[in-house]
């Protein structure tokens, strides 16, 4: 897990962004970009359960609303009426 | 016939020249010669040639001025033109000015009537606020009186505050006369020491400082402030600044602002084709001059260092 | 005792003053919160980010609800996308919000333009070539420094050589791009300009660069914000209101059987759009309450617990503090940037609409001066973040990378009294403390403005940011009423005028705020966009092509028909120079129409519909003149000073003096006077030369051209030419109508397309040097040619009335010690007010000495906080364009 995956990321620009618990800058790419042991996964389309058969790049189907529609899996999720985590366990 | 003037230039928004913001009037022509004086072109009083080979544009492959003096002085090597002072001094066409594009070559100095004058001022008369007005600085414009003169009485007609820089070498007839119509003096004393200031500046200062006595003594209700460059090694001694505190508490003065030493009319002493005494030596330190400006106001004296002026 | 105090003792004992400078002396203004420097050090590493929240929920919504009225349509696809945006709080933020998840971000408008992204998908998918450029972009260079991203690099692609876009996006960008090919306002409205009768014509134009882009490139901004209704009523009382007017207009036509049936659906679209803003602030709010619970530092928790307060309580009920006020301004301004690509979009009189917040809260003691000051420097960080996504010719070549969202001060009020507020005092404060390039600050002068006032403007001018520029307010209401007293602006109404983009005058009116028991009229922009038309043409290009006879000898091609004419008098040069422009301008105007048009049918303003007055009252958008005042849209001009110059060596040496033929002129124009041009050498400095072997043969024609009388120096025989254009301006651009049906007026800024234009235009009548910059602003002399002074400038500046046109541009540079002390504050305050007192509508201040230019221009990297005003505008000194670097610096040295 990368620290851009986090709840806990807040997003700065497109190379790096800040931990809300630490303060510290994140980088997104490269060395130092891994996720800590208090990572929580952050609310994003790619991880929420209506989000169906993504390919390589990400795009997959979104089932979550009255009409389907393609989707991505970067996209932020937590302002998103239906987003539903889904269990990874 | 009404007098014209030799003036150098025209200076628009001043504003340490006299209080406010200021137009000011450069005139050529100074009876005195300092050897560290920042505005050398204003020596002689006529239209002169000045050269600024810093900007002269040879380098990069102009040849605009090559074959165009018709007196033959100047030359050319591989570093650019050579100006000939000795023929220059003399020249009165300024041919090599006229292909100049980069405004290295240029005649310095151009003839004005009163009216031209009153014209820039009554055209920014309305720019210089409640304490503003005109300075007419120079060289000495006590040089040119008979137009000084008549400009001031335009500019008393026109109820604008006049200010002037003058070095006070003036005869004293003329220079009583001429006062009245000034509302704002600086006068400079360069040296209290008659040797020194004849060695500094090639005059005595005599007449300079019995023409200031003489002005407090008669009915002139202008401002008067004392101005001295401070010259390293030469005028910043405090005995200097004792003699001349002296001298004006006798005369009821109580101003005077000390001007500390710069380098910058080094390149027009080039331009001019003179050599420049102070290329090195001169300078004074921060700490000299608020030495000195502290003895002048331990003796009750207002001292003014540079541009930190009250006005 | 020191000198200081035994000099201040005597001083007094004569009765003479000198003051202390308390308040411009760098080492006496407090510093910044220290929460805006935190940020600041945080800004300063920033990259410029587009990513693809907002365009990917705007066109998902856009999709699905095809068929429905465009209106609803676009309410529900701006709704859904603001409200889906990921919330961003930076720890030690007060106030919040941001255009995307990205502090610097924006995002590409596919539904404007499309073109760009469908025809490089493969290359975009491949990853491979950097962007291919349009000829605007080809001339832009925007400066590489700070938050630029001119160049890919990692998993980051470079978008319009300014933005980085992460690479997994692109594929969304590639995907949310493509049902827009063919649709999109571009495509539209290009697909319609080739109906119009000089297409051809209209493409030559825009391939010479002989105008520099297209309307609907940024169809908004260049305008004032309004936040009375917000402010007023709150998102649950407009939603209210709108179901009230849903009632009763649905339906119903009211007399007027074109707009009158459009209403019902604009307060449907509108309580769309309420319904989104609302909970665009409430997940901001949900986000604040998160990263309280998981913060262990008291003071980050206490400040995200009162940042949710703010936001929940802005999300529905109108304000009832100064800081939740503030916050609601900054959502709205952020909701109105964020619906179309955008620059100029103005706050307005912020500090007069504030005030009754301001003084409750201190009368009732729950805020102190210096906690709104520091709130205020907070918002200078929040406006210097906001970015516009455009092309590299609009980003760099327009704009120079600021977004222009200028923030007036002063002015009149309602009853014609002096408008000045004590938070307005603060404003100012929190300029000098936070010194950001924007809001960039704007002071209306008027005579009846508080001297306190103006000296403490004066203080903040001198510290060499560039703001406040200085404004004339009785130019402004002049021009409010000759343009717009012909729909009805009365006195009052022209009294709430102010600047929206650097300098454009927009129409305003004033609207009763009741709060804490009383009426406030308060200020705001009451127009569409007050720019949009047809823009910027290059007058000096236009002349050259009059000399050549339509040839465009940089192109190679003929650009303009040729006219055939003998150019035997200046007047005839002169009259073919207004008969090419009139061609110019009627082939530009109807596409720029067009643009807008379609523009206004497809994308018509939604957020910027519901605050402009009086688009609530009327159930009509600000598309359809729904604004009070729509006589808005106007003609730029660029390089004035440079054509009036050529003008007046053209008459000089050619007509007057006959020293050369004009085709001996004209030679030596082409032949760059012997020089090599600045494609060549790179330096676009008008001051560097460097001869080739023909440099003989123009030697004397060269010296003579740069002799020749110029503008700038009170000298008629060159100032005439200003007064004859200006004339001839006044009438040419009102006989062109915009889309609106009014008619056009001319704006005269350059913003910074005085270099890109330079670009493309030979050398000059005047000794310009190919490829240099054409001067900037409109007033302002031509670089190293005024050689009289400042008065001399301002003298010939004023031989026309100011207030006939939107603006006239003066931009000064003074040397940091001519202002020094409080007596350089009276000083430099005494020469703004002469030139106000002249009629001189604008003028602004680069107090910067070239010395430190030169050395940021060397190592940018220890000046990322150096500012400079260029043409109209604030920006860092490292992310402007090295022409525009260079013509700075040549302007600066020039004086010293």
Known sequence: MKHIDCKNYTYLDCEKGMCALTKMMLPIDGKGSDACPKFVMAPKCGCCTHFKDPDSHGLGTCEGFEKPNWAYASCGAGSCEYFEMRDER | ?311 | MTNEDKLNELLKQHGIEMEEDKYSALENIPQKAEGCEKLMEIYYTLKNTVDMEYPYWYNRVWQENDGDITIVRRAKAMAAALSHLTPTIQPYERLVMNKTRNVRGAFPFPWVTASFFNAQAEALMAEADAPAESEADAVSIVGDGGGNVTKSYGNIISIAKKFGMRKEEIPVLVRVSKPWDGNSVEELSNKYAQYTPDYALEQNIMESVLCMFDSYCIPQGREVMNYYLPLQYGWDGIIELCNQRITETMGEADSDGILGMGRGYYYVAMKILAQGMSKWCQNYADRAHYLASIETDPAFKKNYEDIEAVMSHIAHKAPSTFRQALQLTLCCHYGVVNEDPQSGQSIGRLGQVLQPFYEKDIADGITTEEEVIELLEFYRIKITSIECFASAGVTGGVLSGNTFNNLSLGGLNRDGLTAVTPLEYLIIEAGMRCRTTQPTLSILYDEKTPEDFLMKAASCTKLGMGYPAWMNNQDGINFMMLNYGPEGMNLQDARAWCLGGCLESSPGCFLPLNYNGKTYWIPGGAGPTAGSGVHFVGLPKVLELVLTNGYDHRMKRQILPAHNKELDSLETIQNEWVNYLKMIINALNKVNNLQMDIWRKHCMPIVNSLLKPDCFTKGRDLGMMGGRYNATINFESCGTITFINSLASLYKNVFKDKKYTLEEMLDAMLHNFGFKTSYETGVFSPDFREATDLAGKYEQIFADCINAPKFGNADWEADQFLKWYEDTMFDLTRSYESYYGKPLYMCQISVSTHGPQGFVTLADAAGRLAGTTYSDGSVSAAAGTDKNGIYAIFQSATVYDHGTQQNAQMNLKLHPSAVKGIQGTRKLLDIVRSYMRKGGFHVQFNIVDSNTLRAAQAKPENYRDLMVRVAGFTQYWCEIGKPIQDEVIYRTEYDN
């Open chain 2, 1 to 311: 016939m009404a007098p014209k003037g030799i003036i150098f230039d025209v200076q628009a928004f001043s504003v340490h020249d006299g209080p406010g913001c200021r137009t000011t009037i450069f005139f050529a022509g100074c009876p005195l010669r300092c050897r560290w004086c920042s505005n050398p072109e204003n020596f002689a009083l006529k239209a002169h040639l000045m050269f600024a080979g810093r900007v002269c544009k040879w380098s990069s492959g102009c040849r605009a001025c090559e074959n165009k003096c018709t007196h033959n002085s100047l030359t050319f090597n591989e570093d650019g033109p050579q100006v000939s002072w000795d023929i220059c001094q003399e020249c009165t066409t300024f041919e090599c000015t006229q292909t100049c594009a980069a405004n290295a070559l240029r005649v310095c100095g151009k003839e004005y009537s009163v009216e031209d004058v009153m014209t820039i001022l009554r055209r920014d008369f309305c720019h210089w606020g409640n304490d503003g007005g005109v300075t007419f600085s120079g060289g000495d414009p006590m040089l040119q009186p008979q137009f000084l003169k008549a400009v001031l009485q335009a500019c008393k007609k026109m109820q604008i505050h006049t200010a002037i820089e003058t070095s006070a070498y003036i005869p004293q007839s003329t220079f009583l006369d001429i006062m009245p119509l000034v509302d704002f003096a600086f006068i400079d004393v360069k040296n209290m020491d008659d040797t020194q200031h004849k060695a500094g500046t090639g005059v005595s200062n005599n007449l300079i400082l019995n023409n200031i006595a003489t002005l407090k003594t008669s009915r002139w209700n202008g401002r008067l402030v004392l101005r001295t460059p401070i010259i390293g090694e030469y005028n910043d001694s405090e005995d200097n600044a004792l003699k001349t505190i002296d001298f004006m508490k006798e005369n009821g003065l109580y101003e005077i602002n000390l001007l500390p030493f710069h380098r910058l009319g080094q390149t027009k002493w080039e331009q001019l084709g003179l050599s420049y005494d102070y290329a090195t030596g001169g300078d004074v330190s921060t700490e000299k001059m608020q030495k000195l400006q502290s003895i002048y106001l331990d003796n009750n004296i207002l001292c003014y260092l540079g541009d930190k002026t009250p006005f």
